[in-house]
């Protein structure tokens, strides 16, 4: 992938928001069916991959991906049931039937997000939600030129009542039939400075026939902020936007391999995903 210059982001803007939450956790997640789990099964040599990886090969009717060795022991594929748009309905709370994919077992435990790669049907989400279109418009820019000046956020599904607070290693990428972009990031509905917590890999990507539309959250820890004192004063804004800036330098200084996980493996479990498509 070709990585992009860095850029550094911070938003001062404390949210007034109808939810209370801010970011779907376990708990907080959109009601959803569990169906039963795709098959695991050994990785293969036809699994639909452009490189050997040592991991183990999920399918289902939908996509397959490969989960690299140490990154997660399971996945469970759910439905979730549409939510069309209705009057007292935020825009966040409006999707598509779509497809999510729990990772359990994964390889950190203190984390804010759940684990899950997500499959949405474009033409159905455009059409419920406008400002849904406009993130996609943007995000297909950016994959046809990501030399481009890069915006104040980037395109970012699922949605959340929360505001992408910095965003660093930007890089684009290509998976099995599709290509998106993926960073580091994390979401708040007010300012505070970057913690290992709250931080999360993300892959934002769209299949070759723009049909799909595939989206990633795999939480990642950086070497330099384990330990590290999170300050409490939320009213000081110029010392929280300095930090921000400060660590946001410094993640796009850091090698792969001070990230846990590394950022390669989590890249290559990305590249690895093959999109079939939702019946």
Not at 53 to 56: A, L, R, S
């Given at each position: 992938?070709?990585?992009?210059?860095?850029?550094?982001?911070?938003?001062?803007?404390?949210?007034?928001?109808?939810?209370?939450?801010?970011?779907?956790?376990?708990?907080?997640?959109?009601?959803?069916?569990?169906?039963?789990?795709?098959?695991?099964?050994?990785?293969?040599?036809?699994?639909p991959v452009s490189t050997e990886?040592?991991?183990?090969l999920f399918t289902d009717d939908n996509l397959s991906f490969v989960i690299p060795i140490g990154i997660a022991t399971s996945v469970t594929e759910e439905v979730v049931q549409a939510v069309p748009p209705s009057e007292g309905t935020p825009w966040w709370g409006v999707y598509p039937e779509h497809r999510q994919y729990h990772l359990a077992g994964y390889?950190?435990?203190?984390?804010?997000?759940?684990?899950?790669?997500?499959?949405?049907?474009?033409e159905?989400?455009?059409?419920?939600?406008?400002?849904?279109?406009?993130?996609?418009e943007t995000l297909?820019?950016?994959?046809?030129?990501?030399n481009q000046p890069l915006p104040e956020r980037l395109p970012f599904l699922?949605?959340?009542?929360?505001?992408?607070?910095?965003?660093?290693?930007?890089?684009?990428m290509t998976f099995q039939n599709g290509s998106g972009i993926r960073y580091i990031t994390g979401f708040s509905q007010f300012p505070h400075p970057i913690s290992n917590i709250g931080m999360f890999y993300t892959f934002q990507g769209i299949t070759n026939d723009g049909v799909y539309y595939v989206s990633?959250?795999?939480?990642?820890?950086?070497?330099?902020?384990?330990?590290?004192?999170?300050?409490?004063?939320?009213?000081?804004f110029v010392f929280i936007e300095s930090e921000v800036i400060r660590v946001t330098d410094?993640?796009?200084?850091?090698?792969?391999?001070?990230?846990?996980p590394k950022l390669t493996v989590l890249d290559t479990l990305i590249q690895s995903i093959n999109v079939t498509g939702i019946p």
């Open positions: 992938y070709n990585m992009h210059k860095k850029q550094i982001i911070f938003i001062f803007l404390i949210f007034v928001l109808i939810a209370c939450s801010p970011n779907p956790s376990a708990s907080e997640q959109p009601s959803v069916e569990t169906i039963v789990a795709g098959t695991l099964e050994a990785l293969t040599a036809s699994a990886v040592n991991g183990t390889a950190l435990t203190d984390v804010f997000h759940r684990v899950d790669i997500y499959l949405y049907p474009i159905e989400y455009v059409a419920m939600n406008e400002d849904v279109g406009i993130g996609i297909q820019s950016l994959i046809a030129n990501p699922p949605t959340f009542n929360a505001s992408q607070m910095f965003y660093s290693n930007f890089g684009t990633a959250i795999l939480p990642i820890n950086v070497d330099f902020l384990v330990g590290y004192p999170t300050p409490t004063d939320q009213g000081d410094q993640l796009n200084n850091t090698s792969s391999d001070s990230f846990t």
